[in-house]
């Protein structure tokens, strides 16, 4: 008998509050690294109204407007509107910000301390992490995820082209999938909720999102004449960002990795810069995980690895293929020790993370992106695998 379920998973737009403070953070962390590429930054952002907080622990040499990065991450994003009460140059940005504990500095310093283990740089943190790869698209991930995402950045291209000037920035995209025998077979669930301006109706908006972006971006093969869409389906979308809803960093975690299909170990990305192993450690396992697909050694893949705050060797290091391995995982596991380095320091060099790259990051999902700068989704290591299984 044939396995059958359907899947969903979620994205968010630019606009979004929550992803406007990702997108701030990663903006601050991205100047602090042109200027010091050694500089410690935890930026965590809040908006709610007209009201902006900048806060967290940042130990830098860079020299820093926070009110002009703020503003410039909101004028991006597109609240320049009359209308609008969270307006890029209208908001009241207030700061919280401290330098980093030096109990947490010592941990990660690359040189000995009082009841430090190793001289090592250590995690900055403990935690797990988990990176995931799957055979099913192109960009060697879950489909429901890439989807959402697509239909999200076409919204954003079409409102930042002009060419539907009542689409607004704040909007929700979802996608369900059938999947039979664990491969995507049709498309049941379409859903796109974008904030609006008062004059354009539900209809316009209804048969503009289905015929201009559902059925230019999503494969045709996949749309059937049982496919159903969700357009708006409060009815109303004119309040929307920071004014609808308060907007924290940090909190579209699954939407930034795998849209729950791949597992994630509880910490965001979004403001950190890469001795936080949250983040590091999370490109480290995609990094892994697709090679390992791309090596042809399992159809899907998922690594955790653990660490201890301070400490620079992995507690733990697991990959688990689901039976789709063309090997045992536990010689998989053998040959990814084998061929990676899962030292903190050795992450940031072997995928060259003291870059101001991580607003590439910020929007529609860390994993996945066609884009040479984001080195955790290349496949150079497919040969050492393959010969390290042998």
């Excluded at 990702?22 to 602090?32: E, G, H, M, R």
């Excluded at 994003?77 to 700061?95: E, P, Q, R, S, T």
């Excluded at 919204?155 to 000037?165: C, D, E, Q």
């Amino acid at each position: 008998m044939s396995k059958r379920f359907i899947f969903s998973s979620e994205s968010v737009g630019e606009g979004h509050p929550d992803k406007v403070c990702d997108t701030i953070s990663d903006a601050v962390l991205d100047a602090c690294l042109t200027q010091d590429k050694y500089s410690r930054v935890a930026c965590e952002t809040y908006a709610k109204s007209n009201v902006v907080v900048v806060g967290g622990e940042i130990t830098t040499k860079a020299k820093l407007d926070f009110v002009a990065i703020t503003r410039a991450a909101i004028r991006e994003i597109g609240y320049v509107h009359d209308d609008d009460v969270f307006h890029a140059d209208k908001v009241f940005v207030n700061l919280l910000v401290t330098q980093q504990s030096p109990d947490i500095a010592q941990g990660v310093d690359a040189k000995a301390a009082k009841g430090k283990k190793k001289a090592e740089q250590g995690a900055g943190d403990q935690g797990l992490m988990f990176g995931y790869a799957s055979d099913e698209t192109e960009e060697l991930m879950p489909s429901p995820v890439m989807f959402a995402h697509r239909l999200g950045r076409e919204l954003t291209r079409i409102r930042k082209s002009g060419k539907a000037n009542w689409l607004r920035p704040d909007a929700k995209s979802q996608v369900s999938v059938e999947y039979v025998d664990d491969r995507p077979v049709r498309i049941t669930n379409a859903v796109i909720s974008t904030q609006h301006t008062e004059a354009v109706s539900h209809k316009e908006i209804e048969e503009f999102c289905i015929e201009n972006v559902i059925k230019k971006v999503l494969p045709k093969e996949l749309l059937t004449k049982d496919t159903v869409y969700l357009i708006n389906p409060t009815g109303r979308f004119v309040i929307g960002g920071p004014q609808g809803d308060t907007g924290l960093t940090g909190r579209k975690i699954i939407v930034d990795s795998y849209g729950g299909w791949g597992r994630h170990g509880g910490g965001a990305f979004s403001g950190k810069d890469p001795s936080k192993v949250d983040r590091s450690a999370a490109y480290m396992g995609r990094y892994v995980a697709k090679n390992i697909v791309a090596a042809g050694l399992a159809k899907r893949a998922e690594i955790q690895f653990a660490y201890a705050i301070g400490y620079p060797d992995p507690v733990s290091v697991f990959v688990n293929t689901f039976g789709t391995g063309k090997v045992p995982d536990e010689v998989i596991t053998e040959a990814v020790e084998e061929v990676f380095s899962f030292k903190p320091a050795d992450i940031v060099t072997q995928l060259k993370l003291l870059r101001p790259i991580y607003g590439l990051t910020t929007n529609y999902g860390h994993f996945g992106k066609d884009n040479p700068e984001l080195t955790w989704e290349k496949t150079d290591k497919v040969k050492a695998l393959q010969k390290a299984v042998k």
